[in-house]
């Protein structure tokens, strides 16, 4: 078992910056995908970046040359830097773990994530 828990969310104004941050627990596992999702109201849940255990990633193109995925394996937590934010960057964020692969899908489908966090709001205002 792992369990997820997010932090960092807040309100900003557009063209601002936040980090979120993801600290794991529980069982740990040397092959990974790690993920970020969100999901606005009234929409899907969706991907936005993901890295894997040996430290690729891959990001949804709305969020390329934005936000950075990056992980502190000594630290067991995932973070995400969001710069440049837009209003449409408004949801609450999702932190999620794939365990015992190390591949990331490109397309960030929500399948092979077993585990989920909690949640954390972000809003961006214009």
């Known amino acids: 078992q792992v369990q997820l828990v997010e932090s960092g969310g807040g309100s900003v104004q557009a063209g601002g910056s936040l980090r979120l941050s993801c600290a794991a627990s529980?069982?740990?596992?040397?092959?990974?995908?790690m993920g970020w999702f969100r999901q606005a109201p009234g929409k899907e849940r969706e991907g936005v970046a993901a890295?894997?255990?040996?430290?690729?990633?891959t990001y949804a193109d709305s969020v390329k040359g934005r936000f950075t995925i990056s992980q502190d394996n000594a630290k067991n937590t995932l973070y995400l830097q969001m710069n440049s934010l837009k209003p449409e960057d408004t949801a609450m964020y999702y932190c999620?773990?794939?365990?015992?692969?190390?591949?990331?899908?490109?397309?960030?489908?929500?399948?092979?994530?077993?585990?989920w966090g909690q949640g954390t709001q972000v809003t961006v205002s214009s």
């Open positions: 890295i894997d255990s040996d430290g690729s990633t």
């Open positions: 999620a773990a794939a365990l015992g692969g190390s591949y990331c899908y490109s397309e960030l489908p929500e399948w092979p994530f077993g585990y």
């Open positions: 529980g069982n740990t596992y040397s092959s990974y995908c």
